[in-house]
């Protein structure tokens, strides 16, 4: 007779009627976000300049000579050179912005930066050496 009634209720199982479902947040089932360890916060963005003197002459050959003639009073008096030395006195001028970083777990982290996009205050992540923004 235990066996007959098992049956009957395991046959009619599908029929009873079902509970009411209920809503569970999605943030129940994920892990805490853990801390990043590539993030943190721009304290500083200071420009270093670098300048450099170009390359000798004697590593171009001659290509021919270039005649100045300065206008107006006081301009100096005409110069005739070789073109390899024209602009060989200027001084080459390269910025480059070292940004000090604040990381969330305190350290303090300096990189070297190319362009000026980060301002004191910025929430960035270092990600291969370079300053990304934080999402």
Excluded at 71 to 89: C, E, F, H
Aim: net charge neutral; hydrophobic share 35%.
């Amino acid at each position: 007779m235990r066996t007959v009634l098992a049956c009957l209720c395991i046959a009619a199982a599908p029929a009873w009627p079902q509970a009411p479902s209920v809503a569970v947040p999605s943030s129940m089932f994920t892990r805490p976000s853990e801390p990043c360890t590539d993030c943190g916060v721009v304290r500083s963005v200071r420009a270093v300049v670098k300048e450099s003197q170009p390359a000798g002459v004697n590593d171009v050959k001659p290509s021919g000579l270039v005649a100045s003639i300065p206008l107006g009073a006081g301009a100096g008096k005409p110069q005739v050179r070789s073109s390899t030395k024209i602009g060989r006195d200027a001084v080459h001028e390269d910025t480059t912005y070292e940004v000090v970083v604040q990381m969330d777990n305190g350290r303090f982290r300096v990189l070297s930066s190319g362009e000026r996009d980060w301002e004191e205050g910025d929430h960035v992540r270092i990600e291969g050496g370079r300053l990304l923004h934080r999402e």
